[in-house]
């Protein structure tokens, strides 16, 4: 029986905070491959401003700072985004980052055209709904400023995970704990509808590996 998709929800908060918790820093300090790909794309851009959704401990948060960006890094785990702050003093890199928790099922609290330039690492995969993907989505063009870049990623049909492990409907499933939305290709392209789709990049990452998809689109 599929679990009611807002106690998956809760669930899926209250496991990543015991992630957190119990591996402190868990992806490392070094940053993801497409945070160090979205740094250069939202340079090129002309960004000064970036929002990272479901930033945790803050690896690719930080990358931005140093990099030269002011980031706004969100997240639904207060302990990852605390291991972030903390992160951010020692290296000196305080003034430059902002946290605020927050659910992206719910409206983003900032202003319109208020942002450069959005990251999402894996957060639009996480145990969303596909209309709280498209209502996300469409927070996102509400916060970036016309030409401003929204860089995200996603595992996708073609994982080995998919189909496999507890399945709670509208492609997701649940593995160690970890509940995963699988995009189909469809889907990028519906979420693109009103924006320029630049790149749609596959790559694999971790163990098994995980297969995903880098997708970069442009706000009109």
């Given at each position: 029986?599929?679990?009611?998709?807002?106690?998956?929800?809760?669930?899926?908060?209250?496991?990543?905070?015991?992630?957190?918790?119990?591996?402190?820093?868990?992806?490392?300090?070094?940053?993801?491959g497409p945070a160090a790909y979205a740094a250069t794309a939202f340079r090129e851009a002309g960004a000064e401003v970036v929002l990272e959704l479901g930033a945790g401990h803050g690896r690719d948060a930080l990358h931005f700072a140093r990099e030269g960006f002011r980031v706004h890094a969100t997240d639904f785990s207060p302990v990852g985004l605390d291991q972030l702050v903390d992160a951010a003093r020692a290296e000196q890199l305080a003034e430059r980052i902002s946290t605020t928790v927050h659910d992206v099922r719910t409206p983003l609290p900032l202003a319109?055209?208020?942002?450069?330039a959005v990251f999402a690492h894996m957060l639009l995969c996480m145990a969303l709904s596909t209309d709280e993907i498209h209502a996300l989505i469409d927070e996102v063009r509400r916060v970036l400023r016309p030409g401003g870049v929204f860089v995200y990623t996603v595992r996708h049909t073609g994982d080995a995970h998919y189909g496999a492990g507890v399945a709670h409907g509208d492609d997701i499933y649940e593995h160690g704990g970890f509940a995963v939305h699988f995009f189909?290709?469809?889907l990028v392209d519906e979420l693109a509808a009103g924006w320029d789709l630049t790149e749609v990049f596959a790559f694999e990452e971790g163990e098994l590996p995980r297969r995903l998809w880098r997708v970069t689109q442009i706000a009109h």
């Open positions: 029986m599929h679990q009611h998709h807002g106690d998956l929800a809760a669930t899926q908060q209250e496991h990543w905070q015991q992630t957190y918790a119990a591996h402190p820093g868990m992806y490392g300090a070094a940053p993801s319109d055209a208020s942002i450069d189909p290709r469809r």
